[in-house]
């Protein structure tokens, strides 16, 4: 697939085959794929852990409430993003422009890591509500997760369907100068 077709068929699954394992070579295809992520004064400023198992198995519970996401009891992998170290370059124009680049890094750190996903065949969904502080204790990580993505095979072939994506218009959110 070339770029413009991950993008394409890429989107957020909420229906996974927990009898199906995810091989190692493809969530570690996904990692790597994520550390190529630019990032400010390349500070790469995340931390990545894999949750799989009994830690996913954990992990689940902490990622619902108000009825929502009850769909990650089958997820078989997630990736907690949590905020990592800057480099002191980064720190100091963090500072100076008053603009966390950490955000956005992870941002697009996520972004490769779910494109990679799709390359391999598998589903992902970003996930942005989860108990921060029961995440952590959970993980045992030392900054503050931002982002968890679910990983793994759909649960029906139906579920891997791509669907034409509704956007909103072009002349509406880009402008030309």
Do not use: H
Not at 64 to 70: D, E, K, V
Not at 123 to 150: D, H, M, Q, T, Y
């Amino acid at each position: 697939m070339d770029f413009r077709e991950i993008a394409q068929c890429r989107r957020s699954v909420r229906g996974y085959d927990a009898q199906r394992p995810v091989e190692k070579e493809k969530i570690e295809a996904c990692l790597a794929a994520a550390r190529l992520a630019p990032s400010a004064c390349n500070s790469q400023p995340w931390m990545m852990t894999v949750c799989t198992g009994d830690t996913a198995r954990k992990l689940a519970p902490l990622t619902q409430g108000m009825g929502i996401n009850s769909w990650t009891e089958e997820v078989p992998v997630f990736v907690v993003i949590s905020e990592g170290t800057m480099n002191l370059s980064a720190r100091a124009g963090m500072l100076l422009k008053n603009n966390d680049y950490r955000s956005i890094d992870l941002g697009i750190a996520c972004a490769y890591l779910t494109a990679e996903a799709t390359e391999m065949g598998l589903s992902s969904c970003i996930i942005g509500w989860f108990r921060e502080k029961a995440v952590r204790r959970l993980i045992g990580c030392k900054g503050k997760p931002r982002l968890i993505v679910a990983l793994g095979y759909p649960k029906t072939d139906s579920a891997a369907e791509t669907r034409e994506k509704i956007r909103k218009p072009a002349d509406s959110i880009i402008k030309w100068v």
